[in-house]
């Protein structure tokens, strides 16, 4: 049971590239989200899903695309990359009654 | 506008003592108030849980509490030790936003020996 997973863990992007962030989880999660966290700024909400095939906007949507093609997969695009769009990417999941199982996390870095 | 707050600034306790963290929010209605643990470098990771309609939740040597009408919780760690210094975060169910999660930006709690 590997909980949540993130790929990749670290990446550098050039303004303007393009890449997708990869979560998988195998707890049969109907939610999933993804989250940013900046400095003074914690945990912000970007974009969420409550099942497979469904996906929603969060508090900071802009500049990002989601999909959720199978329940057990979430996936964070960034079509082209600007630099503030540097952070820390972190995917969440969970059942409603139960608390939040986070993934290690993907430092992506916009030069 | 909805607003979740956490003292801003860092807790310094010493080892055996016990640490008290506090949560406050306004323009919230939330089915359920949780606090996570956040290391350096690293995911939070999931404490306790508290439903709307309970007064105090405990598990081991952390206790929450959930007071509706002065919209606060607090977190306590008692008897502390070293190895609990991190950061805490609470969390509240977004409303009508899939039960996505609504954080504190966090108090850094350190506990020296």
């Known amino acids: 049971n590997a909980g949540v997973t993130q790929t990749p863990k670290f990446r550098v992007l050039k303004t303007g590239q393009s890449m997708t962030l990869l979560c998988a989880q195998d707890?049969?999660?109907?939610?999933m989200y993804w989250y940013r966290q900046d400095p003074g700024m914690g945990l912000r909400l970007i974009h969420y899903?409550?099942?497979?095939?469904?996906?929603a906007k969060g508090e900071v949507p802009d500049g990002y695309n989601v999909s959720r093609l199978k329940k057990q997969n979430f996936l964070l695009g960034l079509e082209s990359a600007a630099p503030s769009q540097t952070s820390v990417y972190f995917c969440?999941?969970?059942?409603?009654?139960?608390?939040?199982?986070f993934g290690p996390g993907t430092r992506l870095t916009v030069l | 506008s909805q607003k979740i707050e956490q003292n801003s600034e860092a807790l310094n306790i010493q080892e055996g003592k016990t640490a008290t963290l506090t949560c406050n929010y306004t323009n919230y209605s939330p089915a359920y108030l949780q606090w996570y643990r956040q290391d350096p470098g690293r995911g939070p990771v999931f404490l306790l849980l508290?439903?709307?309609?309970?007064k105090e939740k405990r598990k081991e040597r952390l206790k929450v509490t959930f007071d509706t009408t002065l919209k606060q919780s607090l977190f306590h760690i008692t008897a502390s030790q070293p190895a609990d210094s991190a950061t805490y975060l609470c969390a509240l169910d977004g409303e009508g936003s899939g039960y996505a999660l609504n954080f504190g930006k966090g108090t850094s709690l350190l506990v020296t020996p």
């Open positions: 969440a999941s969970r059942d409603p009654d139960r608390g939040g199982y």
């Open positions: 899903s409550v099942g497979e095939g469904t996906t």
């Open positions: 707890m049969n999660h109907e939610y």
């Open positions: 508290i439903r709307e309609n309970e």
